[in-house]
T-cell receptor, first 113, second 114 residues
């Protein structure tokens, strides 16, 4: 969906380094989400936010942090505490009404150097 | 807790045959059920969805059925084509507590053999 932009497309992290993945949407959606996808696996929820300045932990929040200072933006920081960060990271957004599907960005592939 | 089980994990069909993927959800308050298709290395894309007050929805070769009593919903693809090969995810959105969290199934890898 052209309304959600993730950057960069590829990212490399050195040991002990924090890295930040960007997610911007122009769909005027209140809710935003971060998922991690390992090869051949499903989507695991890291964090989600239903409104500006508020966010909740998902199923695998340890080693990650987020902020939601603007409606359009929901950056994800992968901290050095995340010992196995290599994965495909997907950002999504949705409206908060009934029957509102999630729209996904193109993803960021993170690898360890 | 909330859970969505998806079966089978892999499915191979001959081109032109039908494919069926099944999901079962645990939260009876779930009211919205989207299906996503994900091609290798790409984003999941919505292909069809259904609300809890509807039993069946069809869009060309794709249909979804919902059985609320059994907490079960299925994706049906008819006249499969090689370009249908992808991973398919079902999802359920619980309506409790005002949460907008989606619960995803673990995915089905569909291979359409030419």
């Amino acid at each position: 969906d052209g309304g959600i932009t993730q950057s960069p497309k590829y990212l490399f992290r050195k040991e002990g380094q924090n890295v930040t993945l960007s997610c911007e949407q122009n769909l005027n959606h209140d809710a935003m989400y971060w998922y991690r996808q390992d090869p051949g696996q499903g989507l695991r929820l890291i964090y989600y936010s239903q409104i500006v300045n508020d966010f909740q932990k998902g199923d695998i929040a340890e080693g990650y942090s987020v902020s939601r200072e603007k409606k359009e933006s929901f950056p994800l920081t992968v901290t050095s505490a995340q010992k196995n960060p290599t994965a495909f990271y997907l950002c999504a957004s949705s409206g908060t009404g009934l029957s509102q599907p999630q729209h996904f960005g193109d993803g960021t592939r993170l690898s360890i150097l | 807790g909330e859970n969505v089980e998806q079966h089978p994990s892999t499915l191979s069909v001959q081109e032109g045959d039908s494919a069926v993927i099944k999901c079962t959800y645990s939260d009876s308050a779930s009211n919205y059920f989207p299906w996503y298709k994900q091609e290798l290395g790409k984003r999941p894309q919505l292909i069809i969805d259904i609300r809890s007050n509807v039993g069946e929805k069809k869009d060309q070769r794709i249909a979804v059925t919902l059985n609320k009593t059994a907490k079960h919903f299925s994706l049906h693809i008819t006249e499969t084509q090689p370009e249908d090969s992808a991973v398919y995810f079902c999802a359920a959105r619980p309506s409790t507590s005002g949460t907008y969290k989606y619960i995803f199934g673990t995915g089905t890898r569909l291979k359409v053999l030419a």
